[in-house]
T-cell receptor
Framework: GEDVEQSLFLSVREGDSSVINCTYT??????LYWYKQEPGAGLQLLTY?????DMKQDQRLTVLLNKKDKHLSLRIADTQTGDSAIYFC?????????FGTGTSLTVIP | DTEVTQTPKHLVMGMTNKKSLKCEQH?????MYWYKQKAKKPPELMFV???????INESVPSRFSPECPNSSLLNLHLHALQPEDSALYLC?????????????FGQGTRLTVV
């Protein structure tokens, strides 16, 4: 399978920006995705980026893609307590999706 | 409607029971997936159905038996499970397998095997 790596934990103060990083392996991926999982819930698609883009902004979310380094990041501006969750990056490869190890974001009031 | 509906939300079953998990989507997606997720871990793929045919079985034990009766429904039949099978079972769908479009996930079934 594909190795999709993320740092495990991130803690930020409410109102600050959060940056969650991901490295992936399949350079042929056409799209890359970010999912959010709140405790006890399923995965919610947050945003995605097409592989020919460097950046995509969607309200408080900014996705940056560095194809050369196979590095993806998700920036959350003005982080709120409701943003506390586990964030997974995901890349499609073959007939399936490969998920990163997940980053647990804790927002401190 | 971008919803994938899973039932039941919670299930407790004994090791000799037979039960089924159900998943439904009405987005016209032709690929459906079962994932298993342990606490604080990423989802692990179990099965992929593409156009109602099983296309991937990730070496899942035979006590898990998937079924895709039609393009909108996906079932997971459970029999003689072990306590280590306790997990969150997630269903997902996408326009096609090997998809270049996003997968949508249900809220999962929290399964406890006693």
């Amino acid at each position: 399978g594909e190795d999709v790596e993320q740092s495990l934990f991130l803690s930020v103060r409410e109102g600050d920006s959060s940056v969650i990083n991901c490295t992936y392996t399949d350079s042929s991926s056409t799209y890359l995705y970010w999912y959010k999982q709140e405790p006890g819930a399923g995965l919610q698609l947050l945003t995605y980026i097409f592989s020919n883009m460097d950046m995509k902004q969607d309200q408080r979310l900014t996705v940056l893609l560095n194809k050369k380094d196979k590095h993806l990041s998700l920036r959350i501006a003005d982080t709120q307590t409701g943003d506390s969750a586990i964030y997974f990056c995901a890349e499609p490869a073959g007939n399936q999706f490969y998920f990163g190890t997940g980053t647990s974001l804790t927002v401190i009031p | 409607d971008t919803e994938v509906t899973q039932t039941p939300k919670h299930l407790v079953m004994g090791m000799t029971n037979k039960k089924s998990l159900k998943c439904e989507q009405h987005m016209g997606h032709r690929a459906m997936y079962w994932y298993k997720q342990k606490a604080k871990k990423p989802p692990e793929l179990m099965f992929v159905y593409s156009y109602e045919k099983l296309s991937i079985n990730e070496s899942v034990p035979s006590r898990f038996s998937p079924e895709c009766p039609n393009s909108s429904l996906l079932n997971l039949h459970l029999h003689a499970l072990q306590p280590e099978d306790s997990a969150l079972y997630l269903c997902a769908s996408s326009q096609a397998a090997g998809s270049r479009t996003e997968a949508f996930f249900g809220q999962g079934t929290r399964l406890t095997v006693v």
